[in-house]
């Protein structure tokens, strides 16, 4: 089973940036493609990004198009995502997530799911 442990959030104002990271403990972590997902407070859990096994495959939610990136280190098992612009509307606890499945955007297809790490965007 694969263990998935998020880091990286916190509190930012608008405009600023952080980044996420994502620490896989499971060996090939290559053998995955990898998603981000958000959660803001009353609201169904979104998804962010996604990247394939071999990078080979990006794509974005229309509303971080531009400002987010999303990007993996295979050898140290890690997928990072970096936001930048960060607005209010992006507060949210944010989730990584693995899936056997190519550029999957739905959250039942992603098996794997770390705790999840809170970001803060002030006004």
């Known amino acids: 089973q694969v263990q998935l442990v998020e880091s990286g959030g916190g509190l930012v104002q608008a405009g600023g940036s952080l980044r996420l990271s994502c620490a896989a403990s499971?060996?090939?972590?290559?053998?995955?493609?990898m998603g981000w997902f958000r959660q803001a407070p009353g609201k169904a859990r979104e998804f962010v990004a996604g990247?394939?096994?071999?990078?080979?495959?990006?794509h974005y939610a229309d509303s971080v198009k531009g400002r987010f990136t999303i990007s993996r280190d295979n050898a140290k098992n890690t997928v990072y995502l970096q936001m930048n612009s960060l607005k209010p509307d992006d507060t949210a606890v944010y989730y990584c997530?693995?899936?056997?499945?190519?550029?999957?955007?739905?959250?039942?297809?992603?098996?794997?799911w770390g705790q999840g790490t809170q970001v803060t965007v002030s006004s």
């Open positions: 997530a693995a899936t056997a499945i190519l550029g999957s955007s739905r959250m039942g297809e992603y098996a794997y």
């Open positions: 990247i394939s096994r071999s990078v080979g495959y990006i």
């Open positions: 499971e060996r090939p972590f290559s053998s995955y493609n």
